[in-house]
T-cell receptor, first 116, second 113 residues
Framework: DAGVTQSPTHLIKTRGQQVTLRCSPK?????VSWYQQALGQGPQFIFQ???????QRGNFPDRFSGHQFPNYSSELNVNALLLGDSALYLC???????????????FGPGTRLTVL | QQQVKQSPQSLIVQKGGISIINCAYE??????FPWYQQFPGKGPALLIA?????SEKKEGRFTISFNKSAKQFSLHIMDSQPGDSATYFC????????????FGTGTRLLVSP
């Protein structure tokens, strides 16, 4: 089992550009959540996807959008990049049947985004 | 009210000692309290978690103590080892089915040999 995988590992963009990050959930998981982790901080919840729909959203602007595909993989898109978007973007997956019990979310290694 | 406050920011413990990290929350709707361990270049990994119906949970060298009335919970690492050197995050979530985790700011633990 490969666990949660994310691509790319690192990414450098300039202000104003757009970026797409990708995530493949752990086998058997159908729910994907995205978190932003700024340097020296804890992860901040961006949004969660289940059945190809956004189920809940954190306090992030509309520049942050996502998508979930029928195979449960997911993309995070960020438009009009700002310097403050530089962070580690983490994807976490979980099985929906256990989500209501607050059971474990498995995190991927993250994508390090640097905005210049 | 959505915040989880974590202390200390950093901690140095000698090998074999006890590491203690504390967290406090305000939102009484939180009912799931996990601790995550993160190594450099890796995503957070669940270490141990507790629900408010118990005051303590132990798994190996790791123990969570939970004080519902004080809205505080802590992680104790017994017999700390150099391999435990990592950043530790407490978190909390509500049992709404959405599993949105609210994380603390993290504690960087260094266990000296």
């Amino acid at each position: 089992d490969a666990g949660v995988t994310q691509s790319p590992t690192h990414l450098i963009k300039t202000r104003g550009q757009q970026v797409t990050l990708r995530c493949s959930p752990k086998s058997g998981h159908d729910t994907v959540s995205w978190y932003q982790q700024a340097l020296g901080q804890g992860p901040q919840f961006i949004f969660q996807y289940y059945e190809e729909e956004e189920r809940q959203r954190g306090n992030f602007p509309d520049r942050f959008s996502g998508h979930q595909f029928p195979n449960y993989s997911s993309e995070l898109n960020v438009n009009a990049l700002l310097l403050g978007d530089s962070a580690l973007y983490l994807c976490a997956s979980s099985p929906i049947t256990l989500a209501a019990q607050g059971d474990e979310q498995f995190f991927g290694p993250g994508t390090r985004l640097t905005v210049l | 009210q959505q915040q989880v406050k974590q202390s200390p920011q950093s901690l140095i413990v000698q090998k074999g000692g006890i590491s203690i990290i504390n967290c406090a929350y305000e939102n009484t709707a939180f009912d799931y309290f996990p601790w995550y361990q993160q190594f450099p270049g890796k995503g957070p990994a669940l270490l141990i978690a507790i629900r408010p119906d118990v005051s303590e949970k132990k798994e190996g060298r790791f123990t969570i103590s939970f004080n519902k009335s004080a809205k505080q919970f802590s992680l104790h690492i017994m017999d700390s080892q150099p391999g435990d050197s990592a950043t530790y995050f407490c978190a909390a979530s509500m049992d709404t089915g959405f599993q949105k985790l609210v994380f603390g700011t993290g504690t960087r633990l260094l266990v000296s040999p």
